[in-house]
């Protein structure tokens, strides 16, 4: 499945270019008998219908004429939404100084799960400074260590 993912993302890659996109992920899943080619993409002003009914278009010709996929399945070409996923370096710089939500895959000071505003990122380490009860912590997250990131709405 990695390869299709890679597949799509290559064939995809000069549309972003040339509509001035960026690629957030692409998910292919099977969900009870159907299967789903989900390509999330997203610009510094937002992605609206038109934005995501572009890419569609020009992203399903391109599936059509290489055939990657051996089977029918449904593309669906979407924003990431308000809780955009961080998966790579620029979306952790990117999100310096908004709320995120940290999971991961071993205990940091006895908890596996933090939200709270992203305040530095170096390639090596999260910090991300938590509210417990009414003081505030840096808690220092190495990379390695995270299972997954977004980021989270915070109300107030």
Known sequence: MSKITEV???LAAPIFQELGLELVEIEY???????FLRV????????????CGLVSERLSEKLDEVDPIPHNYFLEVSS????RPLKKDKDFEKAIGKNVYIKTYEPIDGEKSFEGTLTAFDGQTVKVEVKIK?????????YEKVANARLAVAFS
């Open 80 to 83: 990431p939404g308000a809780e």
């Open 134 to 142: 009414t003081r505030k912590k840096i808690i220092e997250i190495p």
């Open 29 to 35: 899943v099977k969900e009870g008998k159907s299967w």
């Open 8 to 10: 799509v993302e290559e």
């Open 40 to 51: 999330y993409i997203d610009k510094d002003t937002g992605v609206d219908i038109e934005d």
